[in-house]
């Protein structure tokens, strides 16, 4: 269920007519409904309960892909966790309420400043995504004083059978540790000074 319907023939937001809406703010405008996003996660985060029981688990939204404050705020509330691929992320996370340790950090080619901030709040962890970004984060915690929780987004080599222009899994697409070298990668996370291994 989602709480934009019709009543009478008018299309309504959360029982509040579209007409209104747009009367007030004006055309065009995004409306959206946080009952909607409220009752989406929570059946998404009940999902995760039913499959695993007591396992612990954490939801990160993809900040990119909306990053209204509002929106962020209403997940923060809820208790998620956001993933995100840049410093301006980051600050929009922080600005909405978010927890730095829900915070996970993508993306490739993450920039020493985004390193430092992200260190600096106590991010949950960054992702490991291309050869070398093991060797920048463990050099900035170093200097930080610091360690680096980290994780690594695996390329496993599967063709999804999707769209070309969005596939992310085969070895030519440029996301994640080549599935090849991932165990030579892990331990040499687990022998570097600055890096810590993320534990839920």
């Known amino acids: 269920m989602d709480y934009f319907n019709y009543h009478d023939n008018v299309l309504c937001a959360e029982d509040v007519a579209v007409?209104?809406?747009?009367?007030?703010?004006?055309?065009?405008?995004y409306i959206y409904s946080k009952a909607t996003l409220e009752r989406h996660w929570h059946a998404f985060d009940d999902a995760f309960d039913d499959a695993f029981g007591a396992q612990a688990h954490?939801?990160?939204y993809a900040v990119k892909a909306n990053s209204?404050?509002?929106i962020l705020?209403?997940?923060?509330r809820l208790g998620?966790?956001?993933?995100?691929?840049?410093?301006?992320?980051?600050e929009r996370v922080l600005a909405a309420k978010g927890e730095p340790k829900k915070i996970v950090f993508s993306g490739v080619g993450k920039r020493e400043d985004e390193i430092k901030r992200a260190l600096d709040v106590g991010i949950r962890c960054f992702n490991i995504e291309v050869k070398g970004e093991l060797d920048r984060i463990n050099q900035i915690a170093g200097e930080l004083g610091v360690k680096a929780p980290v994780s690594f987004r695996v390329n496993p080599d599967v063709d999804a059978k999707t769209h070309p222009y969005i596939s992310t899994g085969l070895k030519e697409n440029k996301f994640g540790i080549d599935i090849d070298?991932?165990?030579?990668?892990y331990r040499r996370a687990a022998s570097m000074k600055n890096i810590t291994d993320y534990r839920y």
């Open 68 to 70: 209204n404050l509002a």
């Open 73 to 76: 705020n209403t997940l923060a």
């Open 19 to 29: 007409s209104k809406i747009v009367e007030q703010y004006g055309s065009p405008c």
């Open 181 to 185: 070298s991932a165990l030579e990668e």
């Open 58 to 60: 954490l939801i990160c």
């Open 80 to 90: 998620s966790g956001f993933d995100i691929v840049s410093l301006g992320e980051l």
